[in-house]
């Protein structure tokens, strides 16, 4: 079967680091998507990652490694706006068929 | 430049009615999601239009649901009869052709809340 898995909640403090893990089974892969969800708003997109390694974009990191079937989402600098959900989403064989994880609920305490 | 609207933002039917969602994509975008999230569930895709024909529709859950966009603007997605299974948020989202690199990313829209009772 299809499986993405990313821890439920995480808690972090504010002005430090978070990295926000996602492993993943799919049956094709032709890219990983990392969303931020704010509580009753939609999805908004952070990064893509096709190749292996690191893409930097601002405050916001993330990484993959295929052969792993891993990737992580690193958050820096941490503001309390951060609290939100991220979602890890993996596109297998069709376009933007996206097989979504089910979140990982990030608290920012001050 | 409006973003993907949908309509209504929230909706409560009772079991065995009928309900239509709307999607209004950003213009000129030939792509077009549905995706639904079930309480306490991860998103799950539903179909995926380009303009007006049905590219992948392999997530719709049963014959109870029917996606059409007429016309390869806006979408309509009935649910009919519903069923209390069928309470979620129903997200539809848009994208530029494929031509576009994927890292331009699909926009989605604030989604419509159904309550099924």
């Known amino acids: 079967g299809q499986n993405i898995d990313q821890p439920t909640e995480m808690t972090a403090t504010e002005g430090a680091i978070v990295q926000i893990n996602c492993t993943y089974q799919t049956s094709g892969f032709n890219g990983l998507f990392w969303y931020q969800q704010h509580a009753g708003e939609a999805p908004t997109f952070l990064s893509y990652n096709v190749l292996d390694g690191l893409e930097e974009k601002g405050r916001f990191s993330s990484f993959l490694s295929r052969s792993k079937g891993y990737s992580y989402l690193l958050l820096k600098e941490l503001q309390m706006k951060d609290s939100a959900s991220y979602l890890c989403a993996v596109e297998g064989n069709s376009n933007y068929q996206l097989i979504w994880g089910a979140g990982t609920k990030l608290i920012i305490k001050p | 430049e409006a973003g993907v609207t949908q309509f209504p933002s929230h909706s409560v039917i009772e079991k065995g009615q009928t309900v239509t969602l709307r999607c209004d994509p950003i213009?000129?975008?030939?792509?077009l999601y549905w995706y639904r999230r079930v309480m306490g569930k991860e998103i799950k895709f539903l179909l995926h239009f380009v303009k007006e024909s049905k590219q992948d529709e392999s997530g719709m859950p049963n014959n109870r649901f029917l996606a059409e966009r007429t016309g390869g603007t806006y979408s309509t997605l009935k649910v009919q009869p519903a069923e209390l299974e069928d309470s979620g948020v129903y997200f539809c989202?848009?994208?530029?052709?494929?031509?576009?690199?994927?890292?331009?990313?699909?926009?989605f829209g604030q989604g419509t809340r159904l309550t099924v009772v």
């Open positions: 989202a848009s994208s530029q052709g494929e031509t576009v690199p994927k890292n331009t990313e699909a926009f």
């Open positions: 213009s000129g975008h030939d792509n």
